[in-house]
């Protein structure tokens, strides 16, 4: 038998260590060759990595959350060249008796230990004051006494059938009632035995429609949660931010967009993003110290070119950040594309460490949740990030006549040290402007 540590390897450029998010694996598991036995992380992306030999394993390098080092080793598997004896049984399997139940691990668990061991040794003693007593038949009687303590148990604990409607039933579901506290007379529990239930035991039930106390938990800030956590926590310290709402007429915008999905053939389904994302092309250039990333450390400020989007996306274990390169080189039903491909890629944890990073502002949007108005966090180093929030039919006035608008709040957030407000305003107004004027827009 061979020894074969597997050493992590460089899955990323430049980093030091990454982190354990998930092991496929346990000491003692036999694996083969090119099975997945881990997940690591380094900045957003997560890596699967797989075993380059079968065998069995023997050790691990830490537990979810750890952070290993480049180079060190990860896991230790016994490789080929011998058989590895598979543990003792800890307790020698008895034959059963004639007539004696077969004990499941479902009966089994019901059996209290404590009993079964004081048993054994009582028919032990038994055996050793009477020499000529038959072995076999001392098996059978532990046998038929395992067999009778956990049928006897399994039967205590099988609670007994309640009748009811399901009417009664839902209502003391929703009233926390257990039926089988509830006494009543006849063939079934009637709505008349709940009232006397409550009656009698002083409302002890939760109110109808309540929930019942949930179990406390710890949960260990793992992988893209501490991620996310770590660098929000640095936004907020190192960036003096501040926020400028600005309302916009979108009736015009929505009915534009209504009627591109109508005769849209294969093109994917047009969301606000697309037409956002064009807008803040189209006026960028203009404010070029917003897209911008600021290298606090070395006090330099690289104004982009291009304009890389930043689209913040939610999934199962967080909010990842995914990038539009060079958004500005693409048309309305591109950008939609490529917004439904990167979304889709990062829920499933499969975009590219080079599609999270590298963004020069950011666009968040919550969709029909997206509230009144939003404060979010700056993606640093970026200077500047802006929050969609939620589509709502106002009255507004026009022309001294009040009529019905479909208006949306825009919520930007920017880098003090970097962004002054007059520049913020200045930007959200020329954004407002060519957003309530959809034709500009496309043109």
């Given at each position: 038998?061979?020894r074969?540590?597997f050493?992590?390897?460089?899955?990323?450029?430049?980093?030091a260590?990454?982190?354990?998010?998930?092991?496929?694996?346990?000491v003692?598991?036999?694996?083969?060759e090119?099975?997945?036995?881990?997940?690591?992380m380094?900045?957003?992306?997560?890596?699967e990595?797989?075993?380059?030999?079968?065998?069995?394993?023997?050790?691990?390098a830490?537990?979810?959350g750890?952070?290993?080092?480049?180079?060190s080793?990860?896991?230790v598997?016994?490789?080929?060249?011998?058989?590895?004896a598979?543990?003792?049984?800890?307790?020698?399997?008895?034959?059963?008796g004639?007539g004696?139940?077969?004990?499941?691990?479902?009966?089994?668990?019901?059996?209290?230990?404590?009993?079964?061991e004081?048993e054994?040794?009582?028919i032990?003693?038994?055996?050793?004051?009477?020499?000529h007593?038959?072995?076999?038949?001392?098996?059978?009687?532990?046998?038929?006494?395992?067999?009778?303590?956990a049928?006897t148990?399994?039967?205590?604990a099988?609670?007994?059938?309640v009748?009811?409607s399901?009417?009664v039933?839902a209502r003391?579901?929703?009233l926390?009632?257990?039926?089988a506290?509830?006494q009543?007379?006849?063939?079934?529990?009637?709505?008349?035995d709940?009232?006397a239930?409550?009656?009698?035991?002083?409302?002890?039930a939760?109110?109808?429609?309540?929930?019942?106390k949930?179990q406390?938990?710890?949960i260990k800030?793992v992988?893209l949660r501490?991620?996310i956590a770590?660098?929000?926590?640095e936004?907020?310290?190192?960036?003096p931010?501040?926020?400028?709402?600005?309302?916009?007429?979108?009736t015009?915008?929505?009915?534009?967009?209504?009627?591109?999905?109508?005769d849209?053939?294969?093109n994917p389904?047009?969301t606000?993003?697309?037409?956002?994302?064009?807008?803040?092309?189209?006026?960028?250039p203009d404010?070029?110290m917003?897209?911008?990333r600021?290298?606090?450390?070395a006090n330099v400020?690289h104004r982009s070119?291009?304009?890389?989007?930043?689209?913040?996306?939610?999934t199962?274990?967080?909010?990842?950040v995914a990038?539009?390169r060079n958004?500005?080189?693409?048309?309305i039903w591109g950008?939609?594309?490529?917004?439904?491909?990167?979304a889709?890629?990062?829920?499933a944890?499969?975009a590219t460490?080079?599609?999270l990073t590298?963004?020069t502002i950011?666009?968040?949007?919550?969709?029909p949740?997206?509230?009144?108005?939003?404060?979010p966090?700056?993606?640093?180093?970026?200077v500047?990030?802006?929050?969609?929030?939620?589509?709502?039919?106002?009255?507004?006035?026009?022309g001294g006549?009040?009529?019905?608008a479909?208006?949306?709040?825009?919520?930007?957030?920017?880098?003090?040290?970097?962004?002054?407000?007059?520049?913020?305003?200045?930007?959200?107004?020329?954004?407002?402007?060519?957003?309530?004027?959809?034709?500009?827009?496309?043109?």
């Amino acid at each position: 038998m061979a020894r074969y540590e597997f050493r992590l390897p460089d899955i990323g450029e430049g980093i030091a260590e990454a982190e354990i998010v998930a092991w496929h694996i346990a000491v003692g598991d036999e694996v083969k060759e090119d099975q997945q036995i881990a997940d690591m992380m380094t900045d957003k992306a997560t890596v699967e990595l797989e075993s380059p030999v079968s065998g069995k394993v023997l050790e691990l390098a830490g537990e979810v959350g750890d952070q290993i080092p480049i180079g060190s080793t990860l896991v230790v598997i016994e490789t080929a060249g011998g058989e590895v004896a598979a543990p003792a049984q800890v307790e020698e399997e008895m034959p059963l008796g004639d007539g004696a139940t077969e004990i499941t691990p479902e009966i089994a668990e019901a059996v209290p230990s404590a009993d079964v061991e004081a048993e054994e040794r009582r028919i032990g003693s038994d055996r050793r004051e009477e020499p000529h007593q038959d072995r076999g038949a001392d098996e059978r009687r532990v046998g038929e006494w395992r067999a009778d303590v956990a049928v006897t148990s399994a039967q205590a604990a099988a609670p007994a059938k309640v009748l009811a409607s399901p009417a009664v039933r839902a209502r003391a579901r929703d009233l926390g009632i257990d039926l089988a506290q509830v006494q009543f007379a006849g063939d079934r529990i009637r709505h008349a035995d709940l009232d006397a239930y409550l009656m009698y035991n002083g409302g002890g039930a939760r109110p109808s429609g309540a929930r019942a106390k949930a179990q406390d938990e710890d949960i260990k800030v793992v992988g893209l949660r501490r991620k996310i956590a770590e660098n929000m926590q640095e936004a907020k310290r190192r960036i003096p931010h501040f926020t400028y709402v600005e309302e916009v007429n979108v009736t015009a915008l929505e009915a534009t967009r209504a009627m591109m999905n109508q005769d849209r053939g294969d093109n994917p389904k047009l969301t606000m993003l697309p037409f956002l994302i064009t807008a803040m092309c189209r006026v960028l250039p203009d404010f070029p110290m917003l897209n911008a990333r600021y290298d606090d450390d070395a006090n330099v400020i690289h104004r982009s070119g291009a304009v890389h989007m930043g689209m913040a996306t939610q999934t199962d274990s967080g909010l990842s950040v995914a990038v539009i390169r060079n958004a500005e080189s693409r048309d309305i039903w591109g950008l939609a594309a490529e917004v439904l491909r990167l979304a889709e890629a990062t829920r499933a944890g499969k975009a590219t460490r080079e599609e999270l990073t590298g963004g020069t502002i950011t666009l968040s949007s919550l969709g029909p949740m997206g509230g009144v108005v939003s404060t979010p966090v700056i993606n640093r180093p970026e200077v500047a990030i802006i929050a969609v929030n939620k589509v709502k039919e106002t009255p507004i006035v026009e022309g001294g006549k009040i009529t019905v608008a479909k208006m949306m709040n825009l919520s930007i957030s920017c880098d003090h040290r970097v962004v002054d407000g007059w520049d913020a305003a200045s930007f959200m107004q020329a954004l407002k402007k060519i957003l309530e004027s959809p034709l500009r827009l496309l043109a």
